[in-house]
């Protein structure tokens, strides 16, 4: 089993969004944000709440690939794996649709749980760390990114 790090976990959190691609039947990719991503005892999830091409792309190929980054840090990761939709009345499904509207209200509907059988993990790193000489810092990198998008951290 791969582990996730809590490093991952951390990035999955922070950054909110991530973005699922399937394939389509007629082989081209599927591309579908999700803010419902999160890890829970080690494994990752997501829920459907509005993606039924995600859902019917992964009942007939279950190849799934997520990506994630925080904007400000400049880094995430890539998750490859084969994606499991567990049926409504399982203990994890249940588990995942009351995070869901714990997280968002009551409102929101959840009409899959996808769980990730992880193949592979991979970081992902902006050129802001790869080709900045000398090296940049994560507060370096975090605080020019906050200044680009025109946004002040909390508590400053």
Same mark, same amino acid.
């Given at each position: ?24 039947? /007629?082989?081209?990719?599927? !591309? ?8 829970? &005892? +080690?494994?990752? #999830?997501?829920? =459907? ?39 409504? /009345?399982?203990?994890?499904? !249940? ?8 997280? &968002? +209200?009551?409102? #929101?509907?959840? =009409? ?45």
């Amino acid at each position: 089993m791969i582990e996730i790090t809590a490093d991952m976990e951390a990035i999955i959190n922070q950054a909110i969004l991530s973005f699922v691609a399937t394939v389509n039947e /007629d082989g081209t990719p599927n !591309l579908s944000p999700k803010a419902s991503l999160t890890v829970k &005892n +080690g494994v990752l #999830y997501f829920a =459907d709440i509005a993606s039924p091409r995600t859902v019917l792309n992964l009942k007939r190929n279950p190849a799934v690939e997520i990506n994630v980054v925080d904007i400000f840090q400049r880094r995430g990761y890539r998750f490859k794996g084969r994606a499991l939709i567990l049926p409504s /009345d399982d203990s994890e499904s !249940l588990m995942i649709a009351n995070w869901v509207r714990a997280t &968002n +209200g009551s409102e #929101y509907p959840v =009409d899959h749980v996808v769980k990730i059988e992880i193949t592979s993990i991979s970081p992902l790193l902006s050129p802001a760390h790869v080709f900045a000489r000398p090296p940049r810092g994560q507060g370096e990198i975090r605080s020019t990114y906050y200044q680009k998008y025109g946004v002040k951290p909390i508590g400053t």
